[in-house]
């Protein structure tokens, strides 16, 4: 009987080492059967070492449902209350499940609590972002006579690298030197991780710098953070520097500069690293191969990578799949990075968010939709890095709906996510919406960086939105710092341009001390479609001077300019310097603007020579211009030629149809305008409406031709009636030739006077004091009559009014047009 009792006592006692063992090694579901059958063995009573393991085990997992279940299970023991230990895992198991109301009522029932049971309590606070709660607890915990020690600290800060929560963490960093653990080693370790990863990293340097005692681990998470903040040669030189003080490298050394090689694409010394780990023995460390795998590939030693991949089949997992796929990519072979996609899964290995990211964003339309269905299918749709991915992807199809219900099932929205998201709602036009999402993320406590707001100003330069939104956006870039990030300042001169402000362009442009290519070309494309073409030459002669390499997109807004000015010789010029000295072949958009450059001036044969000697058939673009040129010059033969033509690529092409019609009534051919019209009502073909919108105290107000929608509609009509009868004592003649209907003279002024430039017109006159300058939007041509007709009001009124219609602004002041009549 005495020896069964003892048989059991050791039975008993090797299940509770098993339990402890499976828990230390993070055996989980080991962990938890053999935690049943000490369960059994003691017929349901426990002791606390054995809960307080089991409960940490459970927290690991999370699962939420045998959390509680154990919880009952401590109090049924009477350990809930009566054992520190117990209470403490309680506290720490429910901060893991995010549930810090539970957490702080384990916590709050305790009759005794050591600086652990604090430490569980204040991290799990910091993990919920409940920030504000931290720093009172902290002093709370000194009140009660509970000093912080150097684990404490250390986890505090691990918790604010992983949240980046900078200002939290330097308040608490004076707060461990306060408590004397500013010698502690790996206290500082965890400072210099949690500064690099705050992007603090002379902070870090700092901490660093300040150690009188330094170990393996501090040199690498040194290396590591500057690495993350891409100060490579820093890691560099600091590696070197550490050489005399590390006796011998180990794998998170290795790993470390084999990927700071890969940032820098050392491929030399990628090579001794190399040898230096066949040496040392680290050839079967899964985490070395893989950072050398993606050191080859990044150094285009593709074939070197794709050898390391295979000669480590024990060592494959999802980090080294994930790098290899990445390879691919990075060096152009698609085919391949979709075949070991499809390998690794039926090798077993399951993607991870990793892996769905980078093929994601590998930007391969045919594979994406398949992608996206597997996210789907393995519930990865929420996390933060594959929803990125995907927002990044939708955009480019324009597809707003979908982007946003991506974009609502991220759990965690970082920084990125909300910048992808603002970028869809950019390349729609979609200002309202852009700003909408920028409100909601301030609110809801989200830094904005300079790609957030370059994003919005995007969106501000669509033509519906107005100047004064996109100066706020200015304004909030200043605030934050980033007015100067090439992609803030490149944005703005783009916004401003295109809302008529070139003024505003310029000064941007002029304050930039670093300017890329995007820069360089807004500025000569803003001063094109304003008319300055001599500005945009001499921008594009800076460029000449100073080196800086030209794109197709340079020469074809330095040709746009020459076009709007009529520079025949200056345009042919360009674009044969364009081919001839610097190797750009000419696009289809090269070609429309050389035909806009020649018809326009009314050079139809030598159009009609360029378009033969192209080196590819004419697309709708190029015979498009040409017709919008026969409708100037009147030019029907040739106008027939284009309109058929562009009906052969788009049928149902409305504006095809109304230029052909317009091009017989300006000739008098009122039969074949007939038939056109005719063909047009067979087809079902409708005729795009003339609109044009100015805006007023943030507010837009649009208007179309005739239009008696409007509130003021009175007011309007009676000031247009007025500014008529004005002008013709000041010697105005209505052009009635742009009437392109038959009816009497009267009925043409009438229609004249009714456009929808000249309602925007009499509109804004009423509404702004005397002097305000008026800006006005049209989305197709603007008539010689109204053109005139603006000239004249801006005269007479004394205002300088901005109009930009469909191919270019026109700035009117004093009776003068920026266009010089040439448009």
């Not at 002093?139 to 691990?158: D, I, K, L, Q, Y």
């Not at 080196?547 to 040709?559: C, H, K, N, R, S």
Request: charged content about 20%.
């Amino acid at each position: 009987m005495m020896f069964d009792k003892i048989s059991s006592r050791d039975a008993t006692a090797g299940s509770d080492r098993a339990l402890f063992d499976y828990a230390r090694r993070g055996l989980v579901h080991q962990a938890l059967g053999r935690f049943v059958d000490v369960y059994r063995c003691h017929g349901g009573r426990i002791g606390a070492a054995v809960l307080s393991c089991v409960l940490n085990v459970c927290g690991s997992v999370p699962d939420r449902a045998l959390g509680e279940q154990l919880h009952g299970l401590c109090v049924s023991c009477g350990h809930d209350r009566g054992d520190v230990s117990v209470g403490t895992s309680l506290v720490d198991m429910y901060m893991k499940f995010r549930s810090v109301e539970d957490g702080r009522k384990a916590f709050e029932g305790m009759p005794e609590r050591n600086v652990v049971t604090w430490t569980s309590l204040l991290t799990g606070y910091m993990q919920a972002g409940a920030h504000s709660d931290v720093m009172a607890l902290f002093f709370r915990m000194r009140a009660e006579g509970v000093w912080p020690n150097s684990f404490t600290f250390a986890s505090f800060f691990s918790v604010v690298a992983r949240q980046g929560t900078a200002d939290l963490g330097r308040r608490l960093h004076a707060q461990s030197v306060k408590f004397g653990c500013r010698s502690t080693v790996f206290v500082c370790n965890s400072l210099i991780n949690m500064y690099a990863k705050c992007g603090l990293i002379e902070e870090a340097k700092t901490v660093f710098c300040g150690m009188e005692t330094r170990d393996l681990v501090s040199w690498n998470t040194l290396m590591a953070g500057l690495l993350l903040n891409r100060r490579e040669l820093e890691a560099l030189q600091l590696f070197l520097d550490s050489r005399s003080s590390i006796a011998k490298l180990t794998q998170s050394t290795y790993s470390t500069v084999i990927k700071l090689c890969a940032h820098l694409k050392q491929l030399g010394l990628a090579r001794q690293l190399h040898t230096s780990v066949l040496k040392h023995g680290f050839h079967s460390d899964g985490h070395v191969m893989t950072a050398l795998m993606d050191a080859y590939s990044k150094c285009g030693e593709f074939d070197n990578a794709l050898n390391i991949f295979m000669l480590m089949p024990g060592s494959q997992n999802v980090v080294s799949w994930t790098a290899m796929i990445s390879g691919c990519i990075q060096n152009g072979d698609m085919p391949l990075a979709a075949a070991l996609f499809s390998r690794m899964r039926e090798d077993g290995v399951a993607p991870n968010e990793f892996t769905y990211s980078t093929m994601l964003t590998a930007s391969v339309a045919s594979l994406a939709p398949q992608i996206h269905a597997q996210v789907i299918k393995t519930n990865y749709q929420c996390s933060p890095i594959v929803g990125t991915a995907l927002l990044h992807y939708y955009p480019k199809l324009c597809n707003t709906e979908q982007t946003l219900s991506i974009f609502e099932m991220i759990d965690q929205k970082d920084v990125v996510a909300w910048s992808a998201m603002l970028t869809c709602y950019a390349r729609a036009g979609d200002c309202d919406g852009a700003t909408n999402v920028f409100i909601k993320m301030s609110m809801l406590g989200v830094k904005p960086n300079e790609f957030t707001i370059s994003s919005v100003i995007d969106a501000c330069a669509s033509p519906t939105a107005g100047v004064d939104l996109g100066r706020q956006f200015h304004a909030i870039s200043i605030k934050y710092r980033c007015q100067d990030a090439i992609c803030v300042s490149s944005a703005l001169i783009c916004m401003y341009a295109r809302k008529g402000s070139i003024d505003s362009a310029q000064s941007v442009f002029e304050r930039q001390t670093d300017r890329d290519l995007v820069s360089w070309n807004s500025m000569i494309s803003g001063y094109a479609q304003h008319g300055y073409s001599q500005k945009a030459l001499d921008i594009f002669r800076q460029m000449e001077a100073e080196g800086i390499e030209m794109d197709g997109v340079t020469f074809l807004a330095v040709i746009m300019g020459c076009t709007h000015t009529g520079l025949v010789e200056e345009g042919r010029q360009y674009f044969d310097s364009m081919t001839r000295d610097y190797g750009i072949s000419p696009t289809m958009e090269h070609y429309a603007c050389m035909v806009d450059l020649y018809s326009r001036a009314g050079k139809l044969d030598e159009t009609m020579s360029l378009i033969r000697g192209m080196p590819f058939p004419a697309g709708p673009m190029v015979w498009r211009t040409l017709l919008g040129a026969c409708r100037v010059h009147k030019n029907v033969e040739l106008g027939k030629l284009a309109a058929e033509k562009l009906l052969s690529f788009e049928p149902l092409d409305s504006a095809t149809c109304v230029l052909l019609s317009n091009i017989y009534s300006a000739a008098g051919k009122w039969k074949e305008k007939d038939e056109v019209r005719k063909l047009m009502d067979t087809k079902k073909v409708k005729k795009e409406a003339g609109c044009s919108w100015i805006q007023i105290k943030n507010k837009v107000h649009s208007f179309i031709a005739s239009d008696k929608s409007h509130p003021l509609s009175e007011q309007i009509y009676a000031k247009l009636k007025a500014i008529t009868s004005r002008l013709k004592k000041e010697g105005y003649c209505p052009d009635t030739s742009f009437v392109l209907h038959e009816m009497a003279e009267e009925q043409k002024e009438a229609m004249l006077a009714m456009h929808s430039e000249r309602l925007a017109l009499a509109f804004g006159l009423i509404t702004t004091p005397p002097g305000t300058p008026l800006q006005i939007v049209k989305n197709l041509r603007v008539c010689g009559d109204c053109h005139t007709v603006m000239k004249m009001v801006s005269a007479i009124e004394d205002r300088k009014i901005i109009m930009r219609d469909c191919s270019r602004f026109h700035h009117f002041s004093s009776g003068i047009c920026s266009c010089g009549d040439f448009w």
